[in-house]
């Protein structure tokens, strides 16, 4: 099977798109949010709430690509980003140590993803209910910028979860939205909140999230978007399933772990063919993934969430032997391109 095409919004670019970050803003501890604006100059296409880029930079010779959600609507000519330092994580460390006028030049792929809030069949609007933890409150807080720009006429509920008020990034933005929206309700937890937390007007609860909150907002027909780390994903997800929500109306985005970092396969530099476009490459443990050496190759791969969730990148294998850790491979003789490592010399179908 050759890589699956998916819907791409109107207007959008193909490839690679050079940008410049124009302006950094600390959210939080440790969160900063980036503009950038096309250098090009020419016009931005729409992108939907919850959508995501693919941003590609780094020095010469080590170039990094890492997915990055749209933490705004889009405006007239730039995209708001918010990245979280990791540590010892390359991209989110080398956008954080940027600083005015910010020379790096940086590329981006254009808007996608399917984590996004799309009206009833009939065009109806329904309860909303938005769950976030930590930096996994970016792709919900455009989703909540889309409702308000479009007067979602729905209850909407936004549960935040945050470690203490250090951590809590966009707090007026926030606020600002619930002016703006009568029928939006926050509550935010602080995990492991400070001393002083306790008394602040932005902690609404003390403690992390359980199912008890969930059952609180779980009207009939609310439909749930979570994104944060992958426990708290699969606890929410558990629960409202308990609670009688669906799969048709749970829907989650995690964020990903550096799964091709983790194998614990002894791991050579192999060959890797791909027949259909006639290229070769050597792929090198810690190195670049598969899917950026074929696109460093100038073939063009679909993709999405770049760590091993969406199916986008899946590829035949005509021979040889990958592993996917913590992946599931799509089938025996596919793989993702974005995760996998080659055990041996490789032959694709791209
Ligand atoms: C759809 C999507 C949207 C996203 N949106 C956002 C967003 O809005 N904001 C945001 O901040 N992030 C977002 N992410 C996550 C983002 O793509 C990056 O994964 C994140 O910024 C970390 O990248 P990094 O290069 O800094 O870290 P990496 O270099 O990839 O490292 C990540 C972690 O792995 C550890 N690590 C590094 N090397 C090793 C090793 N050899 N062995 C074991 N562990 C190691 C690091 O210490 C670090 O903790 C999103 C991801 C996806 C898939
Ligand atoms: S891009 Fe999503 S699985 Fe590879």
């Given at each position: 099977m050759a890589s699956r095409p998916q819907a791409e919004p109107d207007g959008a670019w193909a490839g690679w798109r050079p940008f410049r970050i124009v302006a950094a803003a600390p959210e939080a501890r440790d969160v900063v949010s980036f503009r950038l604006v096309p250098q090009d100059g020419a016009a931005l296409p729409p992108f939907r709430g919850g959508q995501h880029v693919a941003l590609r930079a780094g020095p010469a010779g080590a170039r990094r690509v890492r997915c990055y959600s749209l933490s705004s609507l889009p405006d007239a000519g730039g995209y708001r980003l918010t990245v979280k330092r990791v540590g010892g994580g390359e991209m989110s460390g080398f956008l954080h140590a940027l600083s005015p006028p910010f020379a790096a030049a940086v590329e981006l792929m254009a808007p996608r993803g399917d984590f996004c809030i799309a009206p009833g069949a009939a065009g109806e609007a329904f309860p909303v209910v938005l769950i976030a933890g930590g930096i996994g409150i970016t792709p919900l807080l455009s989703m909540l910028h889309q409702l308000r720009r479009d007067g979602w006429p729905a209850p909407v509920d936004l549960l935040y979860s945050v470690r203490s008020a250090s951590a809590h990034a966009f707090a007026e933005e926030i606020l600002d939205l619930q002016k703006a929206m009568p029928r939006l309700s926050v509550s935010t937890f602080?995990?492991?909140?400070?001393?002083?937390?306790?008394?602040?007007?932005?902690?609404?609860?003390?403690?992390r999230l359980s199912a008890a909150h969930l059952a609180g907002v779980a009207a009939p027909a609310a439909r749930f978007y979570v994104c944060g780390p992958a426990a708290m994903i699969a606890f929410v997800m558990e629960a409202l399933a308990r609670l009688g929500v669906g799969a048709e109306r749970r829907f989650a985005e995690s964020f990903g772990p550096?799964?091709?970092?983790?194998?614990g396969a002894a791991l050579a530099p192999q060959p890797v063919q791909l027949v259909r476009s006639g290229r070769t490459f050597l792929w090198r443990p810690g190195g670049p993934s598969l899917l950026e050496l074929a696109e460093d190759a100038g073939v063009n791969v679909m993709s999405n969430?770049?760590?091993?969730?969406?199916?986008?990148?899946a590829a035949k294998l005509l021979a040889g032997e990958v592993d996917c850790p913590g992946q599931e491979q799509p089938?025996?003789?596919?793989?993702?391109l974005c995760v996998a490592q080659p055990l041996t010399p490789l032959i694709i179908d791209l």
């Amino acid at each position: 099977m050759a890589s699956r095409p998916q819907a791409e919004p109107d207007g959008a670019w193909a490839g690679w798109r050079p940008f410049r970050i124009v302006a950094a803003a600390p959210e939080a501890r440790d969160v900063v949010s980036f503009r950038l604006v096309p250098q090009d100059g020419a016009a931005l296409p729409p992108f939907r709430g919850g959508q995501h880029v693919a941003l590609r930079a780094g020095p010469a010779g080590a170039r990094r690509v890492r997915c990055y959600s749209l933490s705004s609507l889009p405006d007239a000519g730039g995209y708001r980003l918010t990245v979280k330092r990791v540590g010892g994580g390359e991209m989110s460390g080398f956008l954080h140590a940027l600083s005015p006028p910010f020379a790096a030049a940086v590329e981006l792929m254009a808007p996608r993803g399917d984590f996004c809030i799309a009206p009833g069949a009939a065009g109806e609007a329904f309860p909303v209910v938005l769950i976030a933890g930590g930096i996994g409150i970016t792709p919900l807080l455009s989703m909540l910028h889309q409702l308000r720009r479009d007067g979602w006429p729905a209850p909407v509920d936004l549960l935040y979860s945050v470690r203490s008020a250090s951590a809590h990034a966009f707090a007026e933005e926030i606020l600002d939205l619930q002016k703006a929206m009568p029928r939006l309700s926050v509550s935010t937890f602080y995990s492991r909140p400070e001393p002083a937390d306790l008394s602040s007007a932005a902690c609404d609860v003390a403690g992390r999230l359980s199912a008890a909150h969930l059952a609180g907002v779980a009207a009939p027909a609310a439909r749930f978007y979570v994104c944060g780390p992958a426990a708290m994903i699969a606890f929410v997800m558990e629960a409202l399933a308990r609670l009688g929500v669906g799969a048709e109306r749970r829907f989650a985005e995690s964020f990903g772990p550096p799964c091709r970092r983790l194998s614990g396969a002894a791991l050579a530099p192999q060959p890797v063919q791909l027949v259909r476009s006639g290229r070769t490459f050597l792929w090198r443990p810690g190195g670049p993934s598969l899917l950026e050496l074929a696109e460093d190759a100038g073939v063009n791969v679909m993709s999405n969430c770049r760590v091993g969730q969406c199916d986008a990148c899946a590829a035949k294998l005509l021979a040889g032997e990958v592993d996917c850790p913590g992946q599931e491979q799509p089938a025996a003789d596919e793989c993702f391109l974005c995760v996998a490592q080659p055990l041996t010399p490789l032959i694709i179908d791209l």
